[in-house]
C-alpha cells in the first residue's frame, strides 16, 4: 500500500519527478510524508507559512492520518493576479 | 516633425503624491490646458480609477460611445505611483467609454510613463475630440513644454506597429540613444479595425538593451485612442524618482517598501516563483484543477497542456539572468522577456524580435484555440503587441467561432476557410486578418457579443430558425458579459468566481476578484453568506490599488508568512499592513484598512451609477453564460462525467440521481442557473442594492454621491423612495 505525492512548478523542476510513491505504514499521517519528503528532497521547502497541503485536492491537517492510494499535493497560495 | 502647436508651462511640484493638476488635451480644436484640482478632488476621487471615473461620469452622457468626440480618454497613475523604494509602483490606469461595453472600462497598465507624467507635473491627461489628421503629443517636463505635431510616418510596415512606431519615434526624438526617462503609448493597426484594441506602454530597459511593452489590454482602451486620432504620448523628465513624491514621511515611506520587499524576496522564490517565472507558472495549476480555458471553456485541462508549462518558457525562451520588472524598484520582476525569437508565420516572417511575455493570460488564450504550441503562443504575443490587439479578446473571439463552426452555426463559406481547433495556420489568417481589417477578420474584430449577433443572422438567413432562437443557442457559449470577453479561467466549478466575473462592473476580468482557488480548492467559502461577503471585500481592495498606481501582485500573490496564522490568510492583512503604511507615509492621511476600503467603495458606486446610466448596471447585465456556470453541452458533461454524477449526488441528498445521462446534464443546468440566482440575491443584499442590482439611495448617500443625477437616475429605476 502507497500513497502518492504529486510535484508542481518549482517543485516539480527541483525534484525532476511530477510523482512519487511512498510506502504507507499505520498511522502514517500528513505530517510524516512532509518529513520524508522534505528528507529526501533538502531543497523543498514545506513550512506551512510556504505552501498549502492537499490530501485528494482537499486542505488537511497535519496530523491527519492518511489511506491508501491518497494523493498528496503541495499548492502555493495562488491569489489570481 | 510639423508641430501643430507648441506651448510652454511651468510644471507644478509634486507634494504628498500628487500634482493636483491634469493635463487636458482636446483634439478637434488641439487646445491644451492645465485643469487645477481642489484638494476634496483627491480626497474623495483617490487618483487612478478615481479621476477616469469622475471625468467619464462628468463629461459623458447615456448616449455617448466609444467614438464620440465627447468621450474621454484618461491615462492617470496615482498617489503612490512613481517611487522606486516600493515594489510595483509603476501602473497606471486608462478609463472611457469602451467599444466593447459602451460603458466604463478601465485597464491597468504598467512601465514608466505615468510616473514620468507625474514628474511633468500632472496627475493625469485627459483627452476629449478627435483629430481630423493623426497626431501624436510629446510632454517635456525638462523644457517645459508641450505640443502637438503631425504623426510622422517611418513606412507603412512601420507604421502599422505599435512597437515599431513607438521605437521610430523614441529614436527620432532622442536622436539614437535610447534612455529611461523618456516613455510613450502609442497603438497599432489593429486598434483601427478591432474594437478589442489596446494601448502600448512603451520604455526603454537598459539591461536588455531595447524598448519593451506593457498593455492595456482590457476593452477597446486602444480603439479609442486611434477613433481620436491619437498615435502616442511622448513624455519625459529627467528628475529623480526617489522620494519625487515629497512624502509627508520619507521615514514611513522608506520602512514599508524595505518591509514588502523583504517578504517578496524570501517568500516568492519558495511559492510561485514569479520573478523568475512569470505569470505561465500558472498554466501547470490551471491544468491540474480543469481550469484552462480549452476549447472556449469547454474543458480545463489537455494532455498537450505540458508543452506550455513555465518552465517550457524558462528554459527555450526567458533569458534567465537579466532580472525584469517594468518599473524600477520592483524586486517581484514578473515582466519576463525574450530576445531574438523568429517569427515563422505572417508578414513578418523570418525576423527576429524581443517578446514581453508571455503572461499567463496570453497563453490561455491560445489553449482557448486549442493549441498547446510555445513557439506560437510566443509569435501570437508579439504579433498582438504589434498590432495592438488584446490577446485576451483576440484568443476568445477566435475560439467563439471556432465553436459556432464546430457546432454547424458558422459554415466555410461564410469564414473564408475552416475554423479548426488547434491549427496554428488558422489562427495565424485569423489573427493578421483581423489586424488588418481584412476577410473574415472584420467579423472577429467586432468581439464575442457583436460577432455572435453577425452569426445569429446568417445562420437564421441560411436555415429559416428564428434569430431569437439561434441567439439563445449561442449565448450558451458565447464567453462574454456586458460585452466583455472573459478572462482565461474556467468558473464552473467555482460559484464565488462566477459572481467575481458576472458581478464585476467592467465585464468579465479576474482583476475584481478572482476567488477560485480560495472557493473551489480551499473550500473556505462554504456558504453564500461568505461567498458575498468575499464578494464584496475582494473588488474594493482590488479596486483601491486601481486607485493610487500599485501593482496588486506583490500583495496577492505572494503570501506573508504570517498570513497563515490571521482569520483570512486569502486577504494577506500583514502585507496589505505595509500598502497603508505606505500611504498614509506618502499623503500624510492617518487610514485604517477599512478607510482605504471605504475610499474604494465610493469609486465602486460611482462606477455602478456610470454603468446604470449607460444600460449595463442591473441583475440582467450581471448574467453570465452557461457555460461560466457548468457544462453548457452534453459532451462537456461526459468530460467529467464521475465528476459531475457525484456532484449531483451530493445535491441531491438521497435523491435519487435520474440514470440518463442527459436529464442528469438537464437537472445540473438546472440546479447551477438557480444557485447563481441565489448569489445574486444575497450578494447584492450584502452590497446595499435592490434585488435588481440598483443601489439604494443609503448606499450611495454614505459616499456623498447622491447628488441630483444620481438621483434622477435612481428615480428612473424606481428607488428613491426605498
Request: contains cysteine; proline residues 4%.
Given at each position: 500500500m502507497t500513497v502518492s505525492v504529486q510535484f508542481h512548478g518549482h517543485h516539480r523542476t527541483t525534484t525532476r519527478t511530477s510523482e512519487i510513491h511512498i510506502p504507507l505504514s499505520k498511522n502514517t499521517r500528513v505530517k510524516d510524508v512532509i518529513t520524508y519528503v522534505s528528507d529526501r528532497?533538502?531543497?523543498?521547502?514545506?513550512?506551512d507559512s510556504k505552501v498549502l497541503v492537499l490530501v485528494n485536492n482537499s486542505i488537511t491537517p497535519m496530523d491527519h492520518a492518511l489511506n491508501p492510494n491518497d494523493k498528496i499535493t503541495f499548492l502555493p497560495p495562488v491569489g489570481g493576479g | 516633425m510639423k508641430a501643430i502647436k507648441n506651448i510652454s508651462y511651468q510644471p507644478a511640484s509634486i507634494m504628498g503624491g500628487y500634482t493636483d493638476r491634469i493635463l487636458r488635451l482636446d483634439l478637434s480644436s488641439h487646445a491644451v490646458s492645465v485643469q487645477s484640482l481642489a484638494p476634496e478632488f483627491k480626497e474623495k476621487y483617490v487618483g487612478g480609477r478615481g479621476y477616469a471615473l469622475k471625468l467619464v461620469w462628468d463629461e459623458?452622457?447615456?448616449?455617448?460611445?466609444?467614438?464620440?468626440?465627447?468621450n474621454i480618454l484618461v491615462m492617470a497613475g496615482g498617489p503612490?505611483?512613481?517611487?522606486?523604494?516600493?515594489?510595483?509602483?509603476?501602473k497606471f490606469i486608462i478609463g472611457t467609454i469602451s467599444p466593447l461595453t459602451d460603458t466604463f472600462i478601465d485597464s491597468n497598465i504598467g512601465g514608466h510613463f505615468s510616473s514620468l507624467l507625474k514628474l511633468c507635473g500632472f496627475d493625469a491627461l485627459a483627452i476629449t475630440g478627435i483629430s481630423e489628421k493623426e497626431v501624436i503629443l510629446i510632454v517635456n517636463g525638462d523644457e517645459g513644454t508641450i505640443e502637438i505635431a503631425e504623426a510622422p510616418s517611418y513606412g507603412e510596415a512601420v507604421d502599422d506597429g505599435a512597437l515599431s512606431y513607438g521605437t521610430a519615434l523614441m529614436q527620432e526624438l532622442n536622436g539614437d540613444g535610447l534612455d529611461e526617462n523618456v516613455a510613450l503609448v502609442t497603438t497599432g493597426i489593429g486598434a483601427a479595425n478591432a474594437r478589442f484594441g489596446i494601448v502600448n506602454s512603451l520604455f526603454y530597459d537598459k539591461r536588455r538593451q531595447r524598448i519593451r511593452s506593457k498593455q492595456a489590454g482590457r476593452g477597446g482602451t486602444g480603439t479609442v485612442m486611434r477613433r481620436k486620432g491619437l498615435r502616442a504620448v511622448i513624455v519625459r523628465s529627467n528628475l529623480d524618482r526617489i522620494g519625487a513624491n515629497k512624502p509627508a514621511d520619507d521615514r514611513g515611506v522608506k520602512e514599508a517598501g524595505s518591509s514588502l520587499k523583504k517578504v517578496v524576496s524570501q517568500m516568492d522564490r519558495q511559492q510561485l516563483r514569479l520573478s523568475s517565472w512569470?505569470?505561465?507558472?500558472?498554466i501547470e495549476y490551471m491544468d491540474k484543477y480543469h481550469l484552462l480555458p480549452v476549447n472556449n471553456y469547454q474543458?480545463?485541462?489537455?494532455?498537450?497542456a505540458r508543452a506550455i508549462f513555465a518552465d517550457v518558457f524558462l528554459n527555450r525562451?526567458?533569458?534567465?539572468?537579466v532580472p525584469d520588472?517594468?518599473?524600477?524598484?520592483?524586486?517581484?520582476?514578473?515582466?519576463k522577456g525574450a530576445e531574438n525569437v523568429t517569427l515563422r508565420?505572417?508578414?513578418?516572417?523570418g525576423q527576429q524580435v524581443g517578446v514581453d511575455g508571455p503572461e499567463y493570460e496570453t497563453a490561455g488564450a491560445v489553449s482557448c484555440m486549442g493549441i498547446f504550441d510555445p513557439h506560437f503562443i510566443m509569435e501570437y504575443n508579439w504579433y498582438c503587441d504589434e498590432y495592438g490587439l488584446d490577446t485576451i479578446s483576440m484568443g476568445v473571439t477566435a475560439s467563439f467561432l471556432m465553436e459556432c463552426a464546430q457546432r454547424g452555426y458558422l459554415s466555410e463559406e461564410e469564414a473564408g476557410y475552416e475554423l479548426k481547433w488547434g491549427d496554428v495556420e488558422v489562427a495565424h489568417r485569423l489573427l493578421h486578418e483581423t489586424a488588418l481589417g481584412h476577410g473574415f477578420g472584420k467579423v472577429c474584430g467586432l468581439g464575442v457579443h457583436r460577432a455572435k449577433a453577425w452569426v445569429a443572422e446568417h445562420y437564421a438567413a441560411r436555415t429559416g430558425e428564428p434569430v431569437d432562437r439561434v441567439l439563445a443557442e449561442l449565448n450558451k457559449f458565447a464567453m462574454e458579459t456586458k460585452g466583455l470577453e472573459f478572462s482565461m479561467?474556467?468558473?464552473?466549478?467555482s460559484l464565488a468566481q462566477q459572481g467575481g466575473y458576472g458581478f464585476a462592473l467592467k465585464g468579465?476580468?479576474?482583476?475584481?476578484?478572482?476567488?477560485i482557488f480560495i472557493d473551489q480548492?480551499?473550500?473556505?467559502?462554504?456558504?453564500f453568506e461568505a461567498k458575498a461577503q468575499a464578494l464584496k471585500w475582494f473588488p474594493l481592495i482590488r479596486t483601491w490599488f486601481n486607485a493610487v498606481g500599485l501593482c496588486k501582485l506583490p500583495w496577492i500573490d505572494v503570501r506573508h508568512?504570517?498570513?497563515?496564522?490571521?482569520?483570512?490568510?486569502?486577504?494577506?492583512q500583514p502585507t496589505l499592513a505595509y500598502y497603508v503604511q505606505y500611504l498614509n507615509s506618502t499623503v500624510g492621511s492617518n487610514k485604517t484598512l477599512q478607510d482605504v476600503l471605504d475610499d474604494s467603495e465610493r469609486l465602486y458606486i460611482l462606477q455602478k451609477l456610470i454603468n446604470l446610466r449607460n444600460g449595463k448596471g442591473t441583475r440582467q447585465s450581471d448574467r453570465i453564460p452557461l457555460r461560466a456556470m457548468g457544462p453548457a453541452f452534453l459532451n462537456e458533461y461526459e468530460a467529467r462525467e464521475d465528476y459531475y454524477d457525484e456532484w449531483l449526488k451530493e445535491q441531491l441528498n438521497g435523491v435519487e440521481v435520474p440514470a440518463d445521462r442527459e436529464a442528469r446534464h438537464s437537472l445540473l443546468v438546472k440546479l447551477r442557473r438557480e444557485a447563481f440566482e441565489r448569489l445574486c440575491d444575497v450578494v447584492y443584499q450584502e452590497k446595499g442594492f435592490?434585488?435588481?442590482?440598483v443601489p439604494l439611495p443609503r448606499t450611495i448617500e454614505k459616499f456623498g454621491l447622491l447628488d441630483e443625477r444620481a438621483r434622477n437616475l435612481l428615480t428612473s429605476f424606481g428607488v428613491m423612495d426605498k
Amino acid at each position: 500500500m502507497t500513497v502518492s505525492v504529486q510535484f508542481h512548478g518549482h517543485h516539480r523542476t527541483t525534484t525532476r519527478t511530477s510523482e512519487i510513491h511512498i510506502p504507507l505504514s499505520k498511522n502514517t499521517r500528513v505530517k510524516d510524508v512532509i518529513t520524508y519528503v522534505s528528507d529526501r528532497y533538502p531543497d523543498l521547502q514545506l513550512a506551512d507559512s510556504k505552501v498549502l497541503v492537499l490530501v485528494n485536492n482537499s486542505i488537511t491537517p497535519m496530523d491527519h492520518a492518511l489511506n491508501p492510494n491518497d494523493k498528496i499535493t503541495f499548492l502555493p497560495p495562488v491569489g489570481g493576479g | 516633425m510639423k508641430a501643430i502647436k507648441n506651448i510652454s508651462y511651468q510644471p507644478a511640484s509634486i507634494m504628498g503624491g500628487y500634482t493636483d493638476r491634469i493635463l487636458r488635451l482636446d483634439l478637434s480644436s488641439h487646445a491644451v490646458s492645465v485643469q487645477s484640482l481642489a484638494p476634496e478632488f483627491k480626497e474623495k476621487y483617490v487618483g487612478g480609477r478615481g479621476y477616469a471615473l469622475k471625468l467619464v461620469w462628468d463629461e459623458t452622457t447615456k448616449d455617448t460611445r466609444y467614438d464620440s468626440p465627447e468621450n474621454i480618454l484618461v491615462m492617470a497613475g496615482g498617489p503612490l505611483c512613481c517611487e522606486p523604494r516600493f515594489p510595483g509602483t509603476g501602473k497606471f490606469i486608462i478609463g472611457t467609454i469602451s467599444p466593447l461595453t459602451d460603458t466604463f472600462i478601465d485597464s491597468n497598465i504598467g512601465g514608466h510613463f505615468s510616473s514620468l507624467l507625474k514628474l511633468c507635473g500632472f496627475d493625469a491627461l485627459a483627452i476629449t475630440g478627435i483629430s481630423e489628421k493623426e497626431v501624436i503629443l510629446i510632454v517635456n517636463g525638462d523644457e517645459g513644454t508641450i505640443e502637438i505635431a503631425e504623426a510622422p510616418s517611418y513606412g507603412e510596415a512601420v507604421d502599422d506597429g505599435a512597437l515599431s512606431y513607438g521605437t521610430a519615434l523614441m529614436q527620432e526624438l532622442n536622436g539614437d540613444g535610447l534612455d529611461e526617462n523618456v516613455a510613450l503609448v502609442t497603438t497599432g493597426i489593429g486598434a483601427a479595425n478591432a474594437r478589442f484594441g489596446i494601448v502600448n506602454s512603451l520604455f526603454y530597459d537598459k539591461r536588455r538593451q531595447r524598448i519593451r511593452s506593457k498593455q492595456a489590454g482590457r476593452g477597446g482602451t486602444g480603439t479609442v485612442m486611434r477613433r481620436k486620432g491619437l498615435r502616442a504620448v511622448i513624455v519625459r523628465s529627467n528628475l529623480d524618482r526617489i522620494g519625487a513624491n515629497k512624502p509627508a514621511d520619507d521615514r514611513g515611506v522608506k520602512e514599508a517598501g524595505s518591509s514588502l520587499k523583504k517578504v517578496v524576496s524570501q517568500m516568492d522564490r519558495q511559492q510561485l516563483r514569479l520573478s523568475s517565472w512569470g505569470t505561465p507558472v500558472l498554466i501547470e495549476y490551471m491544468d491540474k484543477y480543469h481550469l484552462l480555458p480549452v476549447n472556449n471553456y469547454q474543458y480545463g485541462r489537455h494532455p498537450d497542456a505540458r508543452a506550455i508549462f513555465a518552465d517550457v518558457f524558462l528554459n527555450r525562451y526567458f533569458e534567465k539572468k537579466v532580472p525584469d520588472g517594468c518599473y524600477f524598484g520592483c524586486n517581484l520582476a514578473c515582466a519576463k522577456g525574450a530576445e531574438n525569437v523568429t517569427l515563422r508565420h505572417g508578414p513578418r516572417a523570418g525576423q527576429q524580435v524581443g517578446v514581453d511575455g508571455p503572461e499567463y493570460e496570453t497563453a490561455g488564450a491560445v489553449s482557448c484555440m486549442g493549441i498547446f504550441d510555445p513557439h506560437f503562443i510566443m509569435e501570437y504575443n508579439w504579433y498582438c503587441d504589434e498590432y495592438g490587439l488584446d490577446t485576451i479578446s483576440m484568443g476568445v473571439t477566435a475560439s467563439f467561432l471556432m465553436e459556432c463552426a464546430q457546432r454547424g452555426y458558422l459554415s466555410e463559406e461564410e469564414a473564408g476557410y475552416e475554423l479548426k481547433w488547434g491549427d496554428v495556420e488558422v489562427a495565424h489568417r485569423l489573427l493578421h486578418e483581423t489586424a488588418l481589417g481584412h476577410g473574415f477578420g472584420k467579423v472577429c474584430g467586432l468581439g464575442v457579443h457583436r460577432a455572435k449577433a453577425w452569426v445569429a443572422e446568417h445562420y437564421a438567413a441560411r436555415t429559416g430558425e428564428p434569430v431569437d432562437r439561434v441567439l439563445a443557442e449561442l449565448n450558451k457559449f458565447a464567453m462574454e458579459t456586458k460585452g466583455l470577453e472573459f478572462s482565461m479561467y474556467i468558473s464552473k466549478e467555482s460559484l464565488a468566481q462566477q459572481g467575481g466575473y458576472g458581478f464585476a462592473l467592467k465585464g468579465p476580468q479576474h482583476d475584481e476578484a478572482w476567488l477560485i482557488f480560495i472557493d473551489q480548492v480551499h473550500k473556505e467559502l462554504p456558504t453564500f453568506e461568505a461567498k458575498a461577503q468575499a464578494l464584496k471585500w475582494f473588488p474594493l481592495i482590488r479596486t483601491w490599488f486601481n486607485a493610487v498606481g500599485l501593482c496588486k501582485l506583490p500583495w496577492i500573490d505572494v503570501r506573508h508568512p504570517e498570513a497563515a496564522k490571521t482569520d483570512n490568510p486569502a486577504q494577506n492583512q500583514p502585507t496589505l499592513a505595509y500598502y497603508v503604511q505606505y500611504l498614509n507615509s506618502t499623503v500624510g492621511s492617518n487610514k485604517t484598512l477599512q478607510d482605504v476600503l471605504d475610499d474604494s467603495e465610493r469609486l465602486y458606486i460611482l462606477q455602478k451609477l456610470i454603468n446604470l446610466r449607460n444600460g449595463k448596471g442591473t441583475r440582467q447585465s450581471d448574467r453570465i453564460p452557461l457555460r461560466a456556470m457548468g457544462p453548457a453541452f452534453l459532451n462537456e458533461y461526459e468530460a467529467r462525467e464521475d465528476y459531475y454524477d457525484e456532484w449531483l449526488k451530493e445535491q441531491l441528498n438521497g435523491v435519487e440521481v435520474p440514470a440518463d445521462r442527459e436529464a442528469r446534464h438537464s437537472l445540473l443546468v438546472k440546479l447551477r442557473r438557480e444557485a447563481f440566482e441565489r448569489l445574486c440575491d444575497v450578494v447584492y443584499q450584502e452590497k446595499g442594492f435592490t434585488s435588481e442590482a440598483v443601489p439604494l439611495p443609503r448606499t450611495i448617500e454614505k459616499f456623498g454621491l447622491l447628488d441630483e443625477r444620481a438621483r434622477n437616475l435612481l428615480t428612473s429605476f424606481g428607488v428613491m423612495d426605498k
